[in-house]
Nanobody, 130 residues
Framework: QVQLVESGGGLVQPGGSLRLSCVASGFPLDTYTVGWFRRAPGKEREGVACISSNDDKAHYRDSVKGRFPISRENAKKTVYLQMNNLTPEDTADYYC???????????????????????WGQGTQVTVSS
C-alpha cells in the first residue's frame, strides 16, 4: 500500500521550532522528488519546499527561505522539514507529497521543483501562537 505519513506538528510559540517528518511506504521514495505543502485556514494550498530525489537540489518559497531547511534520508525513506523562527503566519496544515504513485485527481504543478505532485499524505497541523 502506497502511503505518505507526516508527523511532528503541534502548538509552538512564535520564534520556536518544529521538525516535520514524512515517511513513505509501498514505493521507492529515493527515486522521487518530495515536496512539503501547507494550507492555512481559508487560504489556498501552497508549496513550501521541495527536494530532488538525489538530494542535490532544493527549492523554497520566499517566505521560508533560510528558516525551513528540507532534507532527506533515503535509507529511512524519510524527508524532513525543519521549521525555525516560526511566526503565526506559518500556522497551517502541512502535507508532504510526491509525483503521483498510481491514479490521482489531485495534482499540484510546481515547475521550480520540476514535478507535478499527485500523491499526498494526510497532513499534520502546525499552530504558532503565544
Amino acid at each position: 500500500q502506497v502511503q505518505l505519513v507526516e508527523s511532528g506538528g503541534g502548538l509552538v510559540q512564535p520564534g520556536g521550532s518544529l521538525r516535520l517528518s514524512c515517511v513513505a511506504s509501498g514505493f521507492p521514495l529515493d527515486t522521487y522528488t518530495v515536496g512539503w505543502f501547507r494550507r492555512a485556514p481559508g487560504k489556498e494550498r501552497e508549496g513550501v519546499a521541495c527536494i530532488s530525489s538525489n538530494d542535490d537540489k532544493a527549492h523554497y518559497r520566499d517566505s521560508v527561505k533560510g528558516r525551513f531547511p528540507i532534507s532527506r534520508e533515503n535509507a529511512k525513506k524519510t524527508v524532513y522539514l525543519q521549521m525555525n523562527n516560526l511566526t503565526p503566519e506559518d500556522t497551517a496544515d502541512y502535507y508532504c507529497a510526491t509525483p503521483a504513485v498510481g491514479p490521482t485527481r489531485d495534482y499540484y504543478a510546481w515547475p521550480q521543483c520540476s514535478a507535478n505532485f499527485g500523491s499526498w499524505g494526510q497532513g499534520t497541523q502546525v499552530t504558532v501562537s503565544s
